[in-house]
């Protein structure tokens, strides 16, 4: 079936320094890829996605690129800030059409420090 | 704009006792779906529901039922609960099925169970 790897946390980094959150995917077709973040006590929020091979999803400074050939998606922001303190988490929804069953990876906490 | 509604979001329920969980989507948006999010097991496919209709079912017992009312809402019922039914329960909303669409999430139920 899918599946979603992604890298363990927590990770902590200094305000301003580059982030890097690895997730690597298994699907069969076509799947679409979401990055969604939660903060404390909140559902989750999607952050960006990328419908097909070679798309890039950005927002907010975040960027994540759908590399078929590696079955990545990782995320990643150049200068981070202490408000980007949250659970990432790396998603997949399948080819076939069903976009309401996402496979979820095991979420990545960010903690970012002045 | 509303965004997902559900209530109650605090509840605290004893092993053997049922609860019923309620979601109202984003005005306009058809398909609802539920995941459970906990610790151990991590975010998991619950049901989906589009038009009335249970389209995709995750790995689940019996016990955890759902169905959705012709202006969309949603509610999910869980029977003779467990010490490990406690959990962040997040309901979700699409505007239809497509693998692209983008699911917007509640703040979620947190079901704790004595």
């Known amino acids: 079936g899918d599946s979603v790897t992604q890298m363990e946390g927590p990770v902590t980094l200094s305000e301003e320094a580059f982030l890097t959150i690895n997730c690597t995917y298994t699907a069969t077709g076509y799947p679409s890829l979401f990055w969604y973040v939660q903060y404390p006590g909140e559902g989750l929020q999607l952050l960006l996605k990328a419908t097909k091979a070679d798309d890039k999803g950005s927002n907010k400074g975040f960027e994540a690129t759908y590399r078929k050939e590696t079955t990545s998606f990782h995320l990643e922001k150049g200068s981070v800030q202490v408000s980007d303190s949250a659970v990432y988490f790396c998603?997949?929804?399948?080819?076939?059409?069903?976009?309401?069953?996402?496979?979820f990876g095991t979420g990545t906490r960010l903690q970012v420090t002045l | 704009k509303a965004g997902v509604t559900q209530t109650p979001r605090y509840l605290i329920k004893t092993r053997g006792q049922q609860v019923t969980l309620s979601c109202s989507p984003i005005s306009g948006h058809r398909s609802v779906s539920w995941y459970q999010q906990t610790p151990g097991q991590g975010l998991q496919f619950l049901f989906e529901y589009f038009s009335e209709t249970q389209r995709n079912k995750g790995n689940f017992p019996g016990r955890f039922s759902g169905r959705q009312f012709s202006n969309s809402r949603s509610e999910m019922n869980v029977s003779t609960l467990e010490l490990g039914d406690s959990a962040l329960y997040l309901c979700a909303s699409s505007w239809g099925v497509s693998g692209a669409n983008v699911l917007t999430f509640g703040a979620g139920s947190r079901l704790t169970v004595l």
């Open positions: 998603a997949l929804s399948d080819g076939t059409g069903t976009a309401s069953k996402l496979t």
